[in-house]
């Protein structure tokens, strides 16, 4: 027999490992008999065993575990240069993309709110359920002690969610800097500025930068038939005084193993 794991939503009352097609819920909910989407062979990502974020030695070897179940025919080696110069990194999307970000669920561009020029970044959702989604800085950053922080972010949302700003060393392990769950939800926002992040725990180390949306329960504040307006915005985000990684490049695309020296 083979158990596939559901995800019930509703507080997570009924998610449970079910022997399909037997949907006999835990809570005694009502039986259902009809799964609307399922994803399979789900893989871990590979794991890069760090060698270090500091050596003299220009000669070192980099290792990664797999799934054996991942059949790859050839890995991918990439490095990320962080220059030796305190430099600015501002992003106010007006560009129109997320090029500077990695999404993981519903982060986009957004026209409908903004603190300064036509667009700023959205994260929103609008149902019953647990949910989150990550939005994270795709570069890099050596902290120096004068590094700051800042950003404007606005809320138009109801109860039950709340959005973090994270940062980690090693892009697994992440704490929370700060906590935003202001509850905004009369269909106008109001922008609030955000200078007061606290970085000291982190000078002279090289940490990655994230947004994670939690929407716990509840729902987003409907406008108009839409959810256009609704949501966690930041616009004008800066990170001053830093040592800014440039962007990713690809060493060798063609590895067979999993080590390189």
Known sequence: DKYYHLNMGWGGTDDAWYNLPDITTPSGNPDFNTVGGAVLDILPTPDMNDPGTTTTNPDFTVTWDVSSNLNATAY????QFIPNTLDTFFDGAESGTTNNWDETGQWE??????YSGSYAFRSYFCSGGEYSSVFLLNKAFKIDASSTISFWWGINLQINYNVQLQISTDAANWTTLKTYDLIDDDG??????ENSVNLSSYIGQTVFIRFLYNFIQGKSYYDGQTYNFAGFFIDDFTINDSYVGNSWTTIDNTLTSESQS
């Not at 561009?109 to 903004?114: D, E, L």
């Open 76 to 79: 991918e080696l990439q490095q």
């Open 109 to 114: 561009v957004a026209t409908s709110r903004t």
């Open 188 to 193: 106008n926002i109001n922008w609030y500025e």
